[in-house]
């Protein structure tokens, strides 16, 4: 029996496994918010061919209606390897979707910036290429930086592109 004066210790090893317990869980935590299921992509490519000067829209990445995820974008990144200077901007269509054209209000409800908007089935993610002299570009896939529900990531989506750029003979 102790005495009124001496400290009785307890077992350390319950704040150890404690600590282990919680190492475990912040660690299934951290997996989980950094592992969405990968966006749909596609080994198709998407062709087209304009005038220099002219731009040329490609819908890239059109999700299909059994698509049940609304992302929140924070942005699309693009890989472009080119002959020349050619500008590839990304953008979202809300609202609708095509393959290639040169009159992409026909096809959106509204054709926007795609950083910090929702993106879901319905929408599509398009490429607007413009290059002033003749130019072959070639396009990977486009990257989309993302927020789905709890979840975190930035994932390949869609299809690669190629687009000929053609300036008028002289």
């Given amino acids: 029996m ?24 912040a660690g299934i ?3 989980y918010v950094n592992s969405p299921e990968p966006l749909p992509t596609s080994e198709r490519t998407v062709t087209a061919s304009t005038a220099a000067g002219r731009p040329v829209y490609l819908g890239v990445f059109a999700p299909t ?3 049940t ?9 693009v890989h472009t390897m080119a002959n020349t200077d050619v500008d590839v901007v990304p953008l979202l269509c809300q609202g609708g979707g095509f ?22 089935a319905g929408d599509s993610i398009v490429l607007k290429v413009t ?3 003749s130019a072959l570009a070639v ?15 930035t994932h390949e ?14």
């Fill in 139 to 153: 396009i990977d896939r486009v990257k989309l930086g993302y927020r789905d529900g709890l979840q975190w990531a």
């Fill in 69 to 77: 995820r609304r992302l929140s974008l924070s942005g699309v990144k």
């Fill in 29 to 31: 935590v951290v997996w």
């Fill in 2 to 25: 102790p005495t009124p004066l001496q400290v009785v210790r307890r077992p350390r090893w319950d704040w150890a496994v404690a600590g282990v317990g919680a190492t475990v869980l």
């Fill in 157 to 170: 989506a869609g299809a690669d592109a190629v687009v000929r750029i053609v300036a008028p003979a002289s």
């Fill in 65 to 67: 209606a059994d698509f």
């Fill in 99 to 120: 393959g290639v054209t040169s009159e992409p209000q026909t096809f959106c409800e509204d054709l926007v910036d795609p950083e910090g908007r929702s993106f879901g």
């Fill in 131 to 133: 290059g002033d002299e």
